[in-house]
């Protein structure tokens, strides 16, 4: 790797496994310090299995193998206390934070007119609240350090167009669009990048979620009306999904000072799915 981030530290939500453990394991490939934060718990209303706090161990082991340091942290984003104590508990071995990967996040299928107001709020908390609550909690450490730095929000391809079947998703996805775009004003004057990556299908076990294998796979008028909307125009690798390390190529781009004039920029990571 190009050390492009040698002396830099990251800090990464939702790093116990998928695209989070792969951004993890990349930003550490180029030089980066890592701490890695997750839920760690299956508190979720969601089908699939969230991380645990051994697969976070896990992620931190492979950060060390890449001979940079790491610390785990067990905290929910919508949690906001949880947060300012993995701020209190980094701030003498990480005195600075150069880079800020919000990539926790939840998934789930659904009709709009079918979403129950608990699951709607839930997506919300977590995918919209808990970014902010994110932000809020690590953004100041970058602040301080005086050097600038790079926000990287994770947000999705249903955050610019929306897809069918992911209403509550999409709208908070929606949301991360436009909070980044405000971040990216506010926070120029002190040389910090905010951008999100929006990526198409990813071999995660968000978007394998088996609760809408309807809207993935058959000829029905939901598989026709999904696939329409959401099916990537570039060949996919077997399996017809990327691989979490393709989003972590962007994320460690926005990172770096390969991309110092970028700011406020959506850059969807997804085989042509916004071509459709």
């Known amino acids: 790797m190009s050390q492009r981030l040698a002396g830099k530290t990251a800090l990464i939500t939702g790093a116990a496994h998928g695209q989070g453990r792969a951004h993890c394991v990349r930003l550490a490939a180029e030089g980066a310090d890592v701490i890695a934060v997750d839920l760690c718990a299956q508190t979720l209303d969601v089908a699939y299995p969230l991380g645990s706090w051994e697969r976070l161990r896990e992620t931190v082991a492979l950060v060390e193998a890449e001979g940079r340091r ?12 949880a947060l300012a104590a993995v701020v209190a508990d980094t701030e003498a071995e990480f005195p600075t934070l150069d880079i800020l ?18 699951r709607w709020q839930q997506i919300m908390d977590v995918n919209l609240t808990g970014t902010f609550n994110t932000i809020q909690a690590f953004a100041p450490r970058i602040v301080a350090g005086g050097n600038g730095g790079s ?3 994770i947000s999705s391809v249903s955050g610019i167009k929306g897809l069918p079947f992911t209403g509550a998703y999409s709208a908070s996805k929606h949301g991360l669009q436009g909070l980044a775009a405000v971040l990216a004003q506010e926070l120029a004057e002190y040389s910090i990048r905010v951008n999100t990556v929006n990526p198409g299908p990813v071999a995660t076990p968000l978007t394998t979620d088996q609760t809408g294998p309807a809207l993935l796979q058959g000829d029905g008028p939901e598989a026709r009306l999904f696939l329409g909307s959401f099916a990537p125009m570039l060949p996919m690798p077997e399996g017809g999904f990327l691989d979490a390390t393709a989003i972590s190529d962007t994320v460690a781009w926005l990172a770096s000072d390969d991309s110092k004039w970028i700011t ?6 997804d085989g042509g799915v916004m071509v459709r």
């Open 264 to 269: 406020g920029l959506a850059v969807p990571v």
């Open 101 to 118: 990967v919000a990539n926790a996040g939840m998934g789930g299928y659904g009709r709009v007119l079918e979403t129950p107001i608990e």
């Open 151 to 153: 926000i990287i929000i």
């Open 70 to 81: 790491g610390f785990a942290a067990k905290a929910d984003i919508r949690d906001r206390d």
